[in-house]
């Protein structure tokens, strides 16, 4: 089955600590995003990649890292600089820009203890 | 840039009847316009896209949305409400040219009354 896989999905994480969220996909898509997903907020950008090898902050990158070495994988790294990481987040792909639909892993619930 | 906007965070509907969730959008060139819906603790799954083709869309579940250019609307509807809609609605817009993302409402979360 093509899909996007997200890990773990439950996450703890002590404060100072950082933290990295797996995101594969095996639907052979060019693009895939980071989303971060606060009640009553909607869904707000993070990063995102068009291509292996090159990445571009979304509207709140500050305390987030990424990298995009392999077109399957594209692993957020939240770090201890990230002041209110507590959220659920969502990674999902495209085959190209987002005008087509867009596909989301189930997404990882990050907890700060 | 471009910008999609949902009233009511939490809209209450009895089994059986309407549902209309609202979006109006934001974009100084034609958008191409989506519903999503999220179920608790899962991911985002598509409902229905507009491309500029048909003006009304229909998508799964029984969902349908109008684009309305020149009230620059995007209304989801479903003539009976089940049980099974309980969820929570997104409506996202992306323009071509711009800087190739999704801009997201805030969203609605929807409570079917049996």
């Known amino acids: 089955d093509g899909g996007i896989t997200q890990s773990p999905k439950y996450l703890f994480r002590k404060e100072g600590q950082n933290v990295t969220l797996s995101c594969e996909q095996n639907l052979n898509h060019d693009a895939m995003y980071w989303y971060r997903q606060d009640p009553g907020q909607g869904l707000r950008l993070i990063y995102y990649s068009q291509i292996v090898n090159d990445f571009q902050k979304g509207d709140i990158a500050e305390g987030y890292s990424v990298s995009r070495e392999k077109k399957e994988s594209f692993p957020l790294t939240v770090t201890s600089a990230q002041k209110n990481p507590t959220a659920f987040y969502l990674c999902a792909s495209s085959i190209g820009s987002m005008n087509t639909e867009a596909f989301f892993g189930q997404g990882t619930r990050l907890t700060v203890v | 840039a471009q910008s999609v906007t949902q009233l009511g965070s939490h809209v209450s509907v009895s089994e059986g009847a309407l549902v209309l969730l609202r979006c109006n959008y934001s974009?100084?060139?034609?958008?191409?316009l989506f519903w999503y819906v999220q179920y608790p603790n899962q991911g985002l799954q598509l409902l229905l896209k507009y491309t500029s083709a048909a003006t009304l869309v229909k998508g799964i579940n029984g969902f349908e949305a109008e684009f309305k250019k020149s009230e620059t609307s995007f209304h989801l509807t479903k003539p009976s409400a089940h049980m099974r809609d309980a969820a929570e609605y997104f409506c996202a817009v992306y323009t071509a040219g711009g800087n190739n993302r999704l801009a997201f409402g805030k969203g609605n979360q929807v409570v079917v009354i049996p």
């Open positions: 974009s100084s060139v034609p958008p191409y």
